[in-house]
């Protein structure tokens, strides 16, 4: 059986857990709402269910996975064969495409989203219409050239309207500001390369002069 990868993540943090974790400590360590993870959870029952181990729940106090340290370990290994065959729940898929879509500048071929989330065209193709839908809060429309590619129709603003509301939707406050943070020191690490790069432009021009 395929997981997702939130699915190996909530898997992961029961492992390293001995007791009861509820829904909302699970989300904020997966950076993820709770009602995400209230859905991911059919998943993970499924996954555990298949290789004989139980979940438990206890209402008011969370979830757990009670077994021994060497099933632990074996849980680990099933874990880590899982990783050959990466699937996305449909939610993730279309995060992962709309993400693509807000912040590429150029249109994006088909097969880019294909790669990125191992479906076929069709099923990128459906998502995109679902994602219209999303879309259209923000005064945003997808365009769809053959030959050409997708991408995104709209005002400047809107799109940075949509990303800032993905970002809350989607990330825990952690996440979001490692994001800005790691985005800041991209930037800045540009522009000191571009002042470095003209003091050397400088000196070369004096040492030419002379």
């Keep these: 059986m395929k997981i997702s990868s939130r699915t190996k993540k909530i898997i992961n943090i029961l492992l390293n857990k001995d007791d009861y974790?509820?829904?909302?400590?699970?989300?904020?360590?997966?950076?993820?709402s709770s009602r995400t993870i209230i859905r991911n959870l059919a998943e993970v029952e499924n996954w555990l269910a298949e290789n004989n181990y139980n979940l438990e729940k206890k209402k008011g106090t969370g979830i757990r996975l009670k077994i021994s340290l060497q099933e632990k370990i074996n849980v680990n290994k099933l874990l880590e064969g899982e990783n050959i065959n990466r699937h996305y729940l449909p939610e993730e898929r279309k995060l992962i495409i709309l993400t693509e879509l807000?912040?590429?500048q150029i249109p994006a071929k088909l097969y880019t989203f294909t790669r990125l989330t191992n479906v076929s065209e069709t099923t990128i193709a459906h998502d995109l219409d679902e994602l219209?839908?999303?879309?259209?809060?923000?005064?945003?429309?997808i365009i769809r050239k053959p030959g050409l590619g997708v991408y995104l129709a709209g005002k400047e603003r809107n799109i940075r309207k949509a990303s800032i509301d993905l970002l809350y939707e989607n990330f825990a406050l952690e996440d979001i500001l490692k994001i800005i943070?790691?985005?800041y020191l991209s930037q800045n690490r540009a522009l000191i390369r571009k002042n470095i790069a003209k003091e050397k432009g400088s000196l070369t021009n004096v040492v030419k002069s002379k």
């Design 21 to 32: 974790i509820t829904i909302n400590s699970i989300a904020s360590w997966v950076g993820v």
């Design 102 to 104: 807000l912040s590429s």
């Design 132 to 141: 219209e839908q999303w879309l259209k809060n923000y005064n945003l429309e």
């Design 181 to 183: 943070q790691d985005r």
